[in-house]
């Protein structure tokens, strides 16, 4: 598997985390349908969540130092993704504590985390010398 197919199961692999902790009825309904009914609980959802929010932000670091880009702008995408893991990551866990404004804070994040992933998607070199 090559590291931009492992950057972006990570980045859907957050992104369903997080909407199972939202509670968003169509993902809770398709994981109880096949069996993982037990993973809907806050307490494996959050180290999850945190897990291939990790997984991404390792490949994104990983993609960004492989490309020649330059040095001022080499790690711009990175920088945003982690951005916006933190809020979402801040989000999810205000959201376990009841707070209302937390569910915007966990989109927004997802939204920052998902726009780095597509800049440095769109940033690569387009050779295919590894093909």
Same mark, same amino acid.
């Given at each position: 598997m090559n590291d931009q197919t492992k950057q972006y199961v990570g980045l859907i692999g957050s992104a369903i985390a997080a909407a199972c902790c939202l509670g968003l009825p169509i993902v809770l309904s398709a994981l109880t349908a096949i069996g993982?009914? /037990?993973?809907?609980?806050?307490?494996?959802?959050?180290?999850?969540f945190m897990v291939f929010v990790g997984v991404n932000?390792?490949?994104?670091?990983?993609?960004?130092?492989?490309?020649?880009?330059?040095? =001022?702008?080499?790690f711009s995408p990175f920088k945003l993704a982690s951005i916006g893991a933190v809020?979402?990551?801040?989000?999810? +866990?205000?959201? +376990?504590?009841?707070?209302?404004?937390? =569910?915007?804070?966990?989109? +927004?994040?997802?939204?920052? /985390? /998902?726009?780095?992933?597509?800049?440095?998607?769109?940033?690569q070199p387009d050779d295919c010398s590894k093909c």
């Amino acid at each position: 598997m090559n590291d931009q197919t492992k950057q972006y199961v990570g980045l859907i692999g957050s992104a369903i985390a997080a909407a199972c902790c939202l509670g968003l009825p169509i993902v809770l309904s398709a994981l109880t349908a096949i069996g993982l009914g /037990f993973l809907i609980h806050d307490a494996i959802l959050i180290p999850l969540f945190m897990v291939f929010v990790g997984v991404n932000l390792w490949m994104l670091h990983c993609s960004v130092n492989n490309q020649a880009l330059s040095k =001022t702008g080499a790690f711009s995408p990175f920088k945003l993704a982690s951005i916006g893991a933190v809020i979402s990551v801040l989000g999810l +866990v205000l959201s +376990v504590a009841g707070v209302a404004f937390a =569910t915007a804070l966990i989109y +927004v994040g997802l939204a920052i /985390f /998902f726009g780095a992933n597509v800049w440095d998607y769109n940033s690569q070199p387009d050779d295919c010398s590894k093909c």
